[in-house]
């Protein structure tokens, strides 16, 4: 049997990216979305953008994509619009902004559970069904996808006038993840 440090590897960065409050990087997805409201989930900083609501439909169903294609469904894809980035109400509400919490959280689960059934690092270099990658590509693209869109989601929280879980908390903000001072004009 071959070892499966690999695959414990990205589990941890799966994980962190999504939920630790230590991340390296910065905010993790959970810790971006903290303090989101319906209304700031559903508002655009301007037309023909993403809002939040969206780009959370948008993270839970990659993840989803990810699970179906270790599960090995070649067939299952995301080719419309409404599966990538939903067809959601132009007005978020309570129960809504909930759901799409919730099925991004079980989405990560799901993802976790079925990593967690392998037993080595092998299949990390099979080609994914119905691709022309790897497991281990598609599961570091996930990884850097969601990167790339908690970025998006402290840009809008900020944008929105929510500023970010540290609003509050600058110098512990700062201490954690360097002076935000000459990086501001970027957000």
């Not at 070892?3 to 589990?11: K, M, S, V």
């Not at 994980?15 to 409050?21: C, M, P």
């Amino acid at each position: 049997m071959v070892p499966n440090d690999e695959l414990i590897r990205i589990i941890d960065l799966l994980n962190t990216t999504y939920e630790s409050e230590e991340a390296w990087h910065g905010p993790s997805v959970v810790e971006a979305l903290r303090g989101v409201t319906p209304d700031m989930a559903g508002r655009r900083i301007a037309p023909n953008t993403h809002n939040i609501a969206e780009l959370v439909f948008h993270m839970t169903s990659w993840r989803i994509f990810c699970v179906k294609k270790m599960q090995g469904d070649a067939n299952f894809d995301i080719l419309t619009p409404d599966k990538n980035f939903g067809a959601l109400p132009d007005k978020i509400d309570d129960f809504e902004w909930e759901a799409l919490e919730m099925e991004l959280s079980l989405s990560q689960e799901e993802l976790i559970n079925e990593l967690d059934k392998r037993d080595d690092d092998e299949f990390l270099e099979d080609i994914v069904p119905g691709r022309d990658y790897t497991y281990y590509d598609m599961l570091h693209g996930i990884i850097n996808h969601d990167l790339y869109h908690t970025g998006q989601v402290v840009i809008l929280k900020k944008a929105l006038g929510a500023g970010s879980k540290y609003a509050d908390e600058e110098d512990d903000y700062n201490d954690r993840y360097g002076s935000t001072q000459d990086h501001d004009d970027y957000y």
